[in-house]
Each structure stands twice: as C-alpha cells, then as structure tokens.
C-alpha cells in the first residue's frame, strides 16, 4: 500500500509517497512528470498538482490519499484520510470495482471560468483544490476555477463518465460601464469597524507568517486600510469588483495617485480578500492598470562628482558615495553592517535584499581607504551607518534630505532622488563596455528585461546614431 502524505519542500507543496521500497515501484514513481527523491524527507515526492494526481491514480490505483481542508487563510492543511473505495479504478484483467451510484455532475463553461456542481466527496474535493485561484461559491454550491491552460480537459479526464453534462455560457455584450465624475474628490474617509480591524490583524499575521518583506508589509496594510474605509459600511464579504472600480475613479484618479500605488492596491486586494470567507470579490478578475515604460533618470558623471564634493559631513558624503559606488537601493544602504564589508577580497556583501535575494559587489581600494577613515571617525556599534543615537539605524527621511540639501548646494534643479544614483552606476557601468549580464547580478535584478532598459539612455550607443536629416 503506497501512501501520500502533503510536504512543504523548497518553497512548494509536495505529495511524498510512503512505501516499502521496492524498486519496480520507484520505476514506477519515475514515470510521473516532476517526480524526485528528498534526502530530507527520505522518500519520493511528486508535485502537488491535478497532472501529478492524475497520473499518480493511473499508476496506483490503491494509493492512500490525504485530505484536504481549507482554513481562514485559504492555505490547504493535509490530514489523514483512509483509502475512499470510489476512488479506485479497476485494474487490468481483474473485475471492475464496485462504485457508489454518484449523484449528477454538472459543468458550466464561460469565456472566462468554469463552475462545477458536484456531490460532496472528499477525495473529489481533494482534486478540486489541486486547481490554481479555485473558489466556493456558497450561494449556488459550486466551485469555480479559471477557464484557462488545461483545466476543463483535467476535470473531463479526472470525472469522465460521471459528467452529466457540459454547457457553454454565451457572453451577453458588455454591459455599461457607469461613468464615474472624476473631478470630486470623495470627503474624508470614515475610519475602521473593529471587525475590519480583526480582519487587517489576521492579514498581517498570515504576511509576516509568509515572510514579506517589512515595506510590503506596511504598504498592503495601508492600502487595503483605506480601500475598506472607502466601501464602508459594506463589511469585506459585501464587497464587489465593481467596488474596486469605483476606488479607482472616486479617489485614486481625483488624487492623482500614481500607477505604481494602484498596482500596490491591486495585489494588497488579491492576497487579503483570500482571506475573507464567502467573499464576493472575484480576486483574479481585478484589473491592473496598464503597465509604465518610464526610461530610467540618469546623472552625468560630472554631476555625481559635483553633488559629493559639496557635501562637508563625512557621513553624507559616504552614504551618498556608497549608493553610487555599489549601485544600492536606500534599504540595502541604511541595512549595511559593518561585517558586510569584506576588505580582503574587496566586497559588499548585500544580504536579505528586495525578494529575498543576497548578492555581492565589488568595492575598490579607494573606497576601501574612505571606509576605514569614517569608520575611525564614527565607529559604529551595530549599524554602518546610525543616527545620533549609537545602535539607532540612520533614518530613511534623513537620508533623502542628505540628498536634498546637497543638490541645493550644486544648484541641481532636476527632481533627482536616491535612486538616480543607482541608475547612474548602471548606466555608467555600460557605457564604459561592462557586459550587460554582470551589471543585471551587480543590480539583483531578476530579469534581463529590467536591466536592458538602461541600453535605451546609454550616451556611446546614442551617440553611434546617425540622424538621416544630417544628409539633407
């Protein structure tokens, strides 16, 4: 008897497949697409996914498969679940297995998802939430899943002849969309129930239990914060999609809040309405707005020079010199301890960055000799860089006015932030022949894409373009 087991291995759920060893069976196991062996978990797993569970119930009939349950976080939770006769096929050359006379299975078929009416089953309802952004609807009891990739074709696999039938929704023309007046901006916003409150709490907790980054963190609370004042009274459960469109005309646009805050707003929906049981919201069907193609803001290496040499205090000029030297953010700078500066083999180490990444870049000698001479002069206790208080971290609001003061000084009049700094130290990079590979490691970008953008403001390769007027 093969049993399944959920696991948590390298970030994903994992089914592990417990059994006697028997190597026809491990032949077996390695038919399926994705299967591996852990010297962690000791054993085979498969991946956690209706493909895998398919295929899996081809090969082993009889496997023991677990339960699953959904709690408030949406997160599945296995618990043991003995061997459910209706699951089972027949075997070659053997009778058929007697089945439970099933009740109708009724799929409905729309452009955009797929409801299905089914008898309660456990070992169905395991396979149901195989499927990626799959709801209950408790009004009609039915699931819905995404009409997309293979999904209508596993579920007319895995029910077979069980299905009673099939519809297809025809889409009626698009409704009107209401038009909202843009110019009034909404009065102010009624602060939070307690229950939505609760609600923000548990929130919170299931992103500090993932591991969000701090900033994200704060920022998703702030936004869904202001989204639920703006639908009061609803209460979450009541909340709509049309809702979300109105956020966006009503307070958003009059606003003038940016692109990048919707988006924010938009994936703070997603992850937080997860949670609510029996929403309305239909959180895949959020629409974002359409995306930027800003061209990075770059100094010339001139106006670098001018802004460090202007700055008197040996800190400023440092964290200023730092960010341009190694292409930092400002997190990765105010986050730099001292043991992250590796003098012999000329590196910064830069741990815990945006996603989660660690990465290291290289620091010159001459940076080296400025390091050691502000490091004499502050010594600082935990923290490279820290406020007047020892052990305090240098505040972000401190830097930027660092920055601020310092472009005062070179009469700068260009709208120039921290991050120019970064861009500069790409731009420069590859306008001296770095190779574009090295400076997207250097940056911990985890596309080319995002690095390529730096090739449209590069000055060599603007320069090597001919205007055609220039032969007139």
Known sequence: MI?????????????????????????????IKGAAWSRTHNGWHIPYSAESLLELKKIFPDVELPKITKQDTGQPIATHLENDQTFQQ?????????????????????????????????????????????????????????????????????????????????????????????????AELPLLGKENEREIAVFKQWMEHKRYSESTVKVYIQAIGTFLRFVKPKSSAEVTNDDMVHYVHRYMIPRKLS????????????????????????????????????????????????????????????????????????????????????????????????????????????????????????????????????????SERSLEMVLKHALVKTKNRKPVTLHWLRHSYATHLLESGTDLRYIQELLGHKSSKTTEIYTHVTEKSLEKIKSPFDDL
Request: charged share 30%.
């Open 90 to 186: 027949a075997k070659p050359d053997e009778s058929p297995i007697p089945r439970r006379n099933f009740n109708d299975i009724d799929i409905e078929i729309s452009a955009k998802r797929i409801s299905v009416r089914m008898p309660k089953n456990e070992t169905d309802v395991q396979f149901i939430l195989t499927f990626k952004f799959v709801r209950w609807d408790k009004a009609q009891y039915r699931w819905i899943l995404p009409n997309y990739g293979r999904n209508l074709e596993l579920l007319k696999n895995y029910f077979n002849e069980r299905i009673t039938t099939i519809r297809t929704i025809v889409s009626p023309p698009p409704s009107f969309v209401p038009v909202y007046e843009t110019t009034v901006i909404l």
């Open 259 to 394: 692109q990048s805050y919707q988006n924010q707003a938009v994936n703070a929906a997603r992850l937080f309405f997860k949670t609510i049981q029996g929403s309305k919201l239909i959180t895949e069907q959020i629409e974002r707005p359409r995306r930027e193609h800003k061209l990075p803001n770059v100094l010339s290496k001139e106006e670098v020079r001018d802004l460090l040499q202007v700055l008197a205090n040996q800190k400023h000029k440092m964290m200023l010199s730092l960010i341009y030297a190694c292409g930092l953010r400002r997190s990765e700078l105010l986050n730099l301890k001292p043991v992250n500066i590796d003098s012999k083999r000329h590196l910064l180490m830069i741990l815990d960055a945006k996603g989660k990444k660690d990465r290291v870049v290289p620091i010159s000698d001459r940076l080296i000799g400025i390091l050691r001479e502000y490091f004499k002069t502050y010594r600082p206790k935990v923290w490279l860089f820290e406020g007047q208080t020892a052990g305090e971290k240098y």
């Open 3 to 31: 049993k399944a087991y959920i696991i948590h291995h390298r970030g994903e759920d994992r089914l592990k497949l417990d059994f006697p060893y028997d190597e026809a069976v491990a032949n077996q196991i390695r038919q």
